[in-house]
C-alpha cells in the first residue's frame, strides 16, 4: 500500500473517530440542559429520558459502526473478498 493511500485511510479513520467523539459530546451537552429544563418546568413529568434513550440508540450505532465494523473490514479483508469473487467469476 502507498505511503498516500495509507495517509488518505488513516485521515479517514481518524475523521470518523473525531465525529464520533463530538456526537458523544453534543448528546452529553444537550441532555444535560434537557434534564435541567425538565426539573425546572416540569414538575412531575419526566420526559428527558426518551430523547436520551433513542438518541443513546444512535449514540451506540454510530460507536459500533466507527470502532467495531470499521476495523473488521480493513484493506487486507477487502482484497480476500476480491480475491474470492474473482475466483467464483473466473469459474
Same mark, same amino acid.
Given at each position: $500500500?502507498?505511503?498516500?493511500?495509507? *495517509? %488518505? #485511510?488513516? +485521515?479517514? #479513520?481518524? =475523521?470518523?473517530?473525531?465525529? @464520533?467523539?463530538?456526537?458523544?459530546? %453534543? /448528546? &452529553?451537552?444537550?441532555?444535560? &440542559?434537557? &434534564?435541567?429544563?425538565?426539573?425546572? @418546568? %416540569? #414538575?412531575?413529568? !419526566? !420526559? /428527558? *429520558?426518551?430523547?436520551?434513550?433513542? !438518541?443513546?440508540?444512535?449514540?451506540? %450505532?454510530? @460507536?459500533?459502526?466507527? /470502532?467495531?465494523? @470499521? =476495523?473488521? /473490514?480493513?484493506?487486507?479483508?477487502? +482484497?480476500? $473478498?476480491? +480475491?474470492?469473487?474473482?475466483?467464483? $467469476?473466473?469459474?
Amino acid at each position: $500500500m502507498s505511503e498516500e493511500n495509507l *495517509y %488518505s #485511510r488513516a +485521515e479517514k #479513520r481518524v =475523521d470518523e473517530k473525531i465525529g @464520533f467523539y463530538r456526537h458523544l459530546y %453534543s /448528546f &452529553i451537552v444537550v441532555n444535560v &440542559i434537557l &434534564i435541567v429544563i425538565n426539573i425546572l @418546568f %416540569s #414538575r412531575g413529568e !419526566w !420526559w /428527558f *429520558y426518551w430523547v436520551t434513550f433513542f !438518541w443513546g440508540i444512535g449514540l451506540v %450505532s454510530h @460507536f459500533i459502526k466507527t /470502532f467495531i465494523i @470499521f =476495523d473488521k /473490514f480493513d484493506e487486507k479483508h477487502r +482484497e480476500s $473478498m476480491i +480475491e474470492k469473487e474473482m475466483e467464483k $467469476m473466473r469459474k
